[in-house]
């Protein structure tokens, strides 16, 4: 127990032999391999995260360009549909110009052309106006 009550020496020589100078260089080299590989797993680190971001900024951009697409689809589609709509009615007009009973009936309606023997009265078609929505105000 006096040993350790005892106050150490304040310079104390360390013994300069061939041991104690390569356990001293393996501590160095040790102590740099361990500096080399804290900065190659940085490195790799960033790399990492670059090439990440680089993948997640081409999925967003890639998942927005579909959506934008899809829309366009949708959008397309529909002004397909009412021309393939008006496609069919004027295929079924033009079957009707065929039918010479169909051109007599819409001459005398649009041109008031009349048959033989025939009197056309024009009768005004009732207008709505807004008399009565007026008058309720």
Known sequence: MEQRNRKPSATVASIETEYVRSLRKKEIWRHKQKR????????????????????????????QTLSAKEAEKEKVLAQLSEVQEEQEMLKRQLVKLDDEEYIAKLARKEYFLSDKNEIIFSVPEKKKTDKKDDGKE
Do not use: D
Not at 45 to 55: C, N, P
């Open 36 to 63: 080399r590989l804290q900065k190659r797993l940085i490195v790799y680190a960033v790399i990492t995260f670059v090439i990440f971001g680089g993948l997640t900024n081409t999925f967003i951009q890639q998942k």
